[in-house]
């Protein structure tokens, strides 16, 4: 139903920030819970940050709580991740997603988009 692409990822020194984009397409945009996820080599996928739309809540992983920030414009049809003051474990693929609900586990999200490459290294 939504189809979503990520863009914004790159290489950044430690310390540096980034902000992703995920543009969707469909008619129900606003009536999902947005999320980014991330996954890096070698290891499982894992939570960053999810937020939903009128009401607005956010909920983020404690590993980026004080340096991400999600937000969305549903008149744009965009969700985004404002990274800052990150960190070379932060360096992973960087998924957006959609959700019925603002689920922390990735398996409730029923679309993704294709991914973006975050890079932190000096």
């Known amino acids: 139903q939504v189809q979503l692409v990520e863009s914004g990822g790159g290489l950044v020194q430690p310390g540096g920030s980034l902000r992703l984009s995920c543009v969707a397409s469909?008619?129900?945009?606003?009536?999902?819970?947005m999320g980014w996820f991330r996954q890096a080599p070698g290891k499982e996928r894992e939570f960053v940050a999810t937020?939903?739309?009128?009401?607005?809540?956010?909920t983020y992983a404690d590993s980026v709580k004080g340096r991400f920030t999600i937000s969305r414009d549903n008149a744009k049809n965009t969700v985004y991740l404002q990274m800052n003051s990150l960190k070379p474990e932060d360096t992973a693929v960087y998924y957006c997603?959609?959700?019925?609900?603002?689920?922390?586990?990735?398996?409730?999200?029923?679309?993704w988009g294709q991914g973006t490459q975050v890079t932190v290294s000096s």
């Open positions: 469909g008619r129900a945009f606003s009536s999902y819970a």
């Open positions: 997603a959609a959700s019925p609900g603002p689920y922390t586990d990735g398996k409730y999200y029923i679309h």
């Open positions: 937020s939903t739309w009128n009401p607005t809540f956010t």
